[in-house]
Each structure stands twice: as C-alpha cells, then as structure tokens.
C-alpha cells in the first residue's frame, strides 16, 4: 500500500501545487504555548516534546493500523494520502527556481540572491560576495531543500508508516519553535540514516566516480550535519573562482536539480520493486 499511497501523493502534489505556498503551523504554536516549555528545566521540555510530537505520530500511526476490512483499507489509504500531502506541502518549488534563474539571466545578482534567501532560507550572513560564491551557496541549498521537502519525511514514512512522517515534520516545527540544542541533535538524528542513503542516491544517478568514495566516507560519520553530506558528495570539487563561467551556471544548477529529481525517482522505483517482490 506504501507505493499506492506515494504515487497517489506525488501526483496530487504535481497537481494542486501553489505559487507561495506556506504549510500553516500556527495550530502547533498556540498548543506549544500551553506547556510554556521555556519556563521549564529539561525533564518539562521533555514531556512537552513528548506530548507535542511522540503522542500524535503515535496517535496517527495507531488509528491508521486499526482500520481493517475494505471500507477500512479505503480511508486508511485516504488519510494516509492527505496527511502525506500535508506533510510535504504544495510549494511550487520550480516556479520558484524559474525566478531565480530569471534574475540570474538578467545579471541580476543582487536579486538572484535575494529570490534565493526567500525560498532556499540562505541567510544574509552567507551572501555572496561574487556570483561563484552565489552560485555554490545556492546550489547546495537546492540539495538541502530537496532532502527538507521530500527525501527526509519519504524515508520516515517507509520506515515507520504515517505517523513517523508526521512526528518527523513535528520534530523540525518543535525545533523551530523553542530551539532547544537537545532538540536540534534530535533533528540531526533523525536525518542521519536519510541523508547517507540520499548521498549513496545522489553518486548512483550522478558523478558516481567522484561522489561513491565521498558517500561511502560519510556512512560511518556521526558528526557531520546532513547539508554538509549532501553537498560534498554532489561536489566533491568545487570550481574555482577564477575557472567560472556565469553563462555555464544556469546549467550546471538545472543539471542539480534534475540530480535530485532522478533521485526521486530511483527511490520511488525501489519501492515499486519491494513492494512486487517482497509485498512491502
């Protein structure tokens, strides 16, 4: 059912897609308010993290499991598609994307890095100080909001169904909301195993030559942050400054992001492969 309900999901995605579209979490912030978990030692930020994020993703997962028989099957299929929706999101990315690579036909780097810090969260502290540098840090970011909006709650949802996906999203909204260091080593765990098996992805359908041996590296590497996996094994070799070509970039970042789509695909055909012969 797991492929059912990831196919459902990517296709309505593709097709109710919003320009500027944001995923409204002021419900989570006002219950997050009840528990005034900043006013509390860490075993109260604890129970707050359990209440705000373990019981749902528990509470969904089990409901989902205990509906049985056809009509049961059926909406635990219908729920299974709205929630992932939800969790996903229907931000245009691409629409987003042409933007960016408008201002960057235009010579508008000012602007290019501005459309890129709205919608890829690069921060003012990391502007570029020349287009290489606009270039790189935006390239990376393409990768990291790829992993943020797709690969790191696909994982989760294959792994643990539903509701793992959904106290994943809760994870990252409760880190954003107190920012506990706790709570962001929470995060970092839970995008470690994804974030390895996205880099092993990302050599097979890439560079494999230069990408395999950096993926491999990362396999064992408990410390480096899921970004900083990602972005040294898509580039492992970074062009120099003196070496880039402006004219050249807009491809070589549209060539990033069919990187990432094609990685979509080979996980989104794997499933399809468990789910013939091994009835995941």
């Known amino acids: 059912m797991k492929f059912i309900v990831l196919l459902f999901t990517v296709l309505l995605q593709k097709q109710t897609k919003q320009q500027g579209y944001k995923r409204k979490?002021?419900?989570?912030?006002?219950l997050s308010s009840f528990f005034?978990?900043?006013?509390?030692?860490?075993?109260?930020q604890v129970v707050a993290f359990a209440c705000l994020v373990i019981v749902p993703g528990l509470v969904v997962g089990l409901f989902i499991d205990s509906l049985n028989g056809l009509l049961g099957n059926l909406l635990a299929l219908?729920?299974?598609?709205?929630?992932l929706l939800y969790i996903l999101g229907r931000d245009d990315f691409s629409q987003r994307f042409e933007a960016y690579k408008a201002?960057?036909?235009?010579a508008d780097y000012q602007?290019?890095?501005?459309?890129?810090?709205?919608?890829l969260g690069i921060k003012d502290s990391e502007q570029a100080k020349n287009p290489c540098q606009l270039?790189?840090?935006v390239s990376k970011a393409?990768?990291?909001?790829?992993?943020?909006?797709f690969f790191v709650?696909?994982?989760w949802y294959l792994a643990v169904g539903v509701g793992g996906a959904f106290a994943t999203l809760l994870s990252y909204w409760f880190y954003r909301e107190f920012k506990y260091e706790w709570a962001k080593s929470v995060v970092g765990a839970i995008e470690w195993l994804p974030s390895r098996l996205l880099a092993l992805t990302t050599a097979l359908a890439g560079d494999f030559t230069h990408s395999f041996p950096q993926a491999l590296k990362f396999m064992l590497d408990f410390q480096t942050p899921a970004n900083e996996v990602l972005s040294k094994t898509v580039f492992p070799e970074l062009t120099p400054e003196d070496k880039f070509d402006c004219d050249s970039a807009d491809d070589l970042l549209q060539e990033t992001n069919q990187l990432m789509f094609r990685s979509a695909v080979i996980w989104l055909l794997l499933v399809a492969v468990l789910t013939v012969f091994a009835g995941f």
């Open 25 to 30: 979490r002021t419900w989570f912030s006002r």
């Open 36 to 44: 005034k978990a900043n006013e509390k030692g860490l075993s109260g």
């Open 78 to 83: 219908l729920l299974q598609v709205v929630l």
């Open 103 to 106: 201002c960057w036909a235009r």
């Open 111 to 119: 602007g290019a890095f501005e459309c890129a810090s709205g919608f």
């Open 135 to 137: 270039h790189q840090a």
């Open 142 to 149: 393409v990768i990291y909001a790829w992993f943020l909006r």
């Open 153 to 155: 709650f696909i994982f």
